[in-house]
């Protein structure tokens, strides 16, 4: 099998090319192809036969196929299931926002977090994505959906962390000036809390967003909806995001995806306004998206209207996230996991 030639920078290219006898400025234009979806070497039309043989005898080149594609009457979000090079398959969604349009890519295929609302990690994880393909999930979505991504969340299938380098690879890729060039400042990247790497990601001193997904305040709470909450705590967690935004200067996010019954208390409010003060993150309310196999429901609105006061008066800028999609299994895994059940 051929080297991943999508998953290479630049500059990568160029020292293969070089060891191969190749002018350096061939990388370049190969570069270019991919970054404009070109999945063939036979397209790249200003390369010689002789180098595109060579090409095909050393790297691999895969599109993604669509599986399927659900179109929100509502919104117009659109939901992708894309056919991964060995048959898995991910989710990945495009919202359009005033401001521009949002695309929410996965980063493995399953998870093995185990958050007892979610619906991808239901099968547990199967494997950890490669960058080209998280970088073909953005580009795909733009050229099949016809619509300019200008921001893109880490907020689909699996943990981010939990695939640190190849993240952190495709963050170069698709930040790269030859390549689609989405700048830092328009990426989040969402975490189930993985402190042990939040070091590392903080001396990288991306532009990035911090999205930390807490759903709980307290111990008690947390480690019962989200297993990687043991061993850690949330206080470690806490202060490990103090010390990220002291280190980086960049907000953190606090994602909070309202319970009934579960989280969604005075004494939830008071607690998470308290740790969003110390930490100065900002918290973004989620109405809970019910899953078919799971129990959970989401928190009544007078509820979320008593927590949201509680933390406005407690001076935290807090936001509820409008719900897109609503009618295309948009809450992230549900999709492939109902492609799995048929
Ligand atoms: N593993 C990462 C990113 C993927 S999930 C993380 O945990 O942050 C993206 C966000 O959706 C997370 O905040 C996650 O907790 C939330 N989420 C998962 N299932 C949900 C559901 N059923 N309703 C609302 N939010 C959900």
Redesign the pocket.
Known sequence: MGKDILSMLPQEIERDFISMGEQKFRAGQVFQWLSRGVRDFEDMTNISKPLREKLKENYELYRPKVLSKQVSKLDGTIKYLWELKDGNAVETVVMSYKHGNTVCIS?QVG?R?G?A????TIGGLVRCLEPGEMLDEVMFSQIDSGKEISNIV???????LDNFDNVMRFLQLVNHPKGMNIGMRHISL???GLTERFEELAERDLQLTL???L?APDDETRSKIMPANRGRGVEQLIECCRKYYEKTGRRISF?Y?MIDGVNDTEYHAKLLAKHARYVSAHVNL??????EE?Q?QPSTPEHMKAFIKILEDAGVNVTVRRKLGGDVDA???QLRRKMQKS
């Open positions: 980063t998870c977090q958050c609302f979610c619906a991808s880490l907020m689909g299938i699996g943990e981010p969402s975490t189930c999205s930390v997904s759903h994602e995806a989620i109405p809970l998206n019910h899953v799971r959970f809450s992230c895994g």
